[in-house]
């Protein structure tokens, strides 16, 4: 039933008591002590394998549970890696820049909160970060609300919305890598599919947006253009630069190239085009695809939006990944999971009850530990043979911790995404939750297909 066999039985009331000390340390840990992840990830390994010595369990099971569990990491850890040389490519060649810049040229004084929507959706997807579009562009834009007097919550609440579906929608988010790579999916089938959810969470968010946007007859749009101008003083903005790599990446999109085989020659081609307007330094390409992109215009704003990638900079993603798939790993080995799942097996019959139930977990892991990380790993190594059961396509799977996981995060005040977001706009999440539409949207349209079967991709078995 399980691709990871438990070595034993163990009561409903052990599994719970040690899910709860699980969750609790992290929880602890992560909310309350601001630690990174990866220690209280670390801490709950120990945890687990104290208790399962003390069960008499051997160390060579526990070590093979962990190992397992580890395994699905590496593929994903691969694509990581050549993820932070795509970003750090499309840095030298101008493709992230000159999108960025384009995006800016969208803004009028008119439907302002739905172009800042559509314009921190277009750089969230260019850079594959929820969190550097934020403190960015979305920096920016606060910017220019408080200037002209436009609700600071709302603006926050655009921002939060488009920056979310670039991170949900980019092939270069870890996040959606992370999705994909664990189910075994395609990245570009995943991307596709979140389509039937995504598209209608964007287009009713736009509307709202624009039905809620302000008329903005006389604005000083000053700080935007001091972006606009920083950006073009880089001399990376040029047309061919975001055209040629987009349409290489397109290309193997559409020929359903292997999603590594794709960003290999996204890269490729960025470096290519980089070579038109920069004198070729082989030893300074190497340490930044290595090390990441370092912009050094002298101001600070962009120097930040453009100094990221490089195989370096995914180490502590790769790290955050093991260590919750060995953790993972344990929770099956030690008949945790399996446990708590055969508690509520009868129930999950349906498509809809496990569509259902793999959304609420997501969302409640979210709420739990804080950590959109953990939510899509969780989620994913759990019901995947409940998926496979009811004969579900595990591209549901993979939308599913999307939908539920991903675009959660940020509506919750002391997740990881909550408190940064907070601390750089200086609005709190409770003013924009009720503004941020994209993200409460995407969970709640996932569960409503869940029920109807709409949307859905089966497998060979009889649909339920």
Known sequence: MFRIQPVQKISLREALLLTIIVLGTMSIAIIFMEAPPHIPLLL??????????????????????ITEGAKVGISAALLFFFIGILIASWMVGGTIPTLIYAGFHLVTPQFYLAIVFVVCAIVGVGVGSSLTTVGTVGLAFIGISEAVDVSLAMTAGAIVSGAFFGDKMSPLSDTTNMASSIVKVDLFDHIKNMIWTTGPAFVISLILFAILSPSIETANFGKMEFFQQGLLDTGL????????????????????????LALAAGSLSAILVSLIHQVPNVKSLFDTLFNGFVSETGVEEIDTLLSRGGVESMFSTI??????????????????????????????KKVRSVITASALTAIGVNFLVGEQYLSILLTTETYQAQYKKVGLSNLNLSRVAEDAGTVVNPLIPWSVCGVFITSVLGVSTISYVP???????????????????????????EKN
């Open 435 to 461: 503004f941020a539409f994209f993200c409460l949207l995407c969970p709640v349209l996932t569960i409503l297909f869940g029920i109807t079967g709409k949307t859905l991709t089966y497998t060979d078995i």
């Open 319 to 348: 790290g955050i990944v093991l260590l919750a798939l060995c953790l993972g790993g344990l929770l099956f080995t030690l008949g945790i999971i399996p446990r708590l799942l055969s508690s509520i097996e009868g129930m999950l």
């Open 44 to 65: 709950s390994l120990l945890v687990l394998i104290i208790y399962g010595l003390a069960k008499g369990i051997a160390y060579s099971d526990l070590e093979t549970g």
């Open 237 to 260: 903005i040029h047309w061919y630069s975001a055209v040629i790599p987009l349409l290489v990446l397109f290309i193997f999109s559409i020929r359903k190239a292997p999603a590594l």
